[in-house]
């Protein structure tokens, strides 16, 4: 069980290290290869802008992990804690309703990319891939969200157990 709660904390956070990493030996090897050498190749910005987009989709679950997404706080912490409660177990049902949203038709926009059969200009690659890792990061989104909501309810019925112990 450690290993697999290890890998819950951390591995989103190795990825995205790495993924920042990529891209930025990537874009410094284009930088070299135009102004050093006068030699620009067209593959190192192509593979730099679809990790970016790898990138900016696989920090969904990670911000809801995190509680790091776009929430307007200053209010809800002056509320009681019960509200608080309450109030970001219903943000991440509304985070999870839209990632769920978003991903059903990312499935469909993958099914008609795939259909086109097109494919990207410097790499080679079908694009539908590109469609498989929105639709991938929208899925993790929704996953912690539910995860999120199921810590929030058991977090939120101890709380009131312990309340009316207290009272």
């Known amino acids: ?8 904390n951390n591995l989103e956070k190795i990825f995205l290290v790495a993924m920042l990493v990529f891209m930025s030996i990537l874009i410094m090897f284009q930088v070299i290869m135009r102004y050093i050498f006068h030699n620009a190749l067209g ?3 192509e593979l730099a802008r679809y990790s970016f987009i790898l990138f900016s989709f696989m920090t969904l679950g990670f911000c809801i992990k995190n509680k790091s997404n776009f929430r307007i706080d200053q209010l809800v912490k002056k509320l009681p804690e ?10 991440d049902f509304g985070f999870l309703f839209f990632y769920s949203f978003c991903f059903y038709y990312s499935l469909i926009a993958v099914e008609q990319a795939r259909a086109t059969g097109n494919i990207t200009t410097g790499l080679q690659m079908p694009v539908f891939i590109l469609y498989i890792i929105a639709g991938a990061g929208l899925l993790i989104g929704a996953l912690r969200a539910v995860q999120s909501i199921v810590t929030g309810i058991v977090s939120f019925k101890s709380s009131s157990d312990r309340e009316n112990m207290n009272a």
Do not use: R
């Open 43 to 45: 593959w190192p910005e």
């Open 1 to 8: 069980m450690g290993i697999i709660k290890w890998l819950d």
């Open 82 to 91: 019960v509200v608080q409660s309450v109030l970001n177990i219903l943000v």
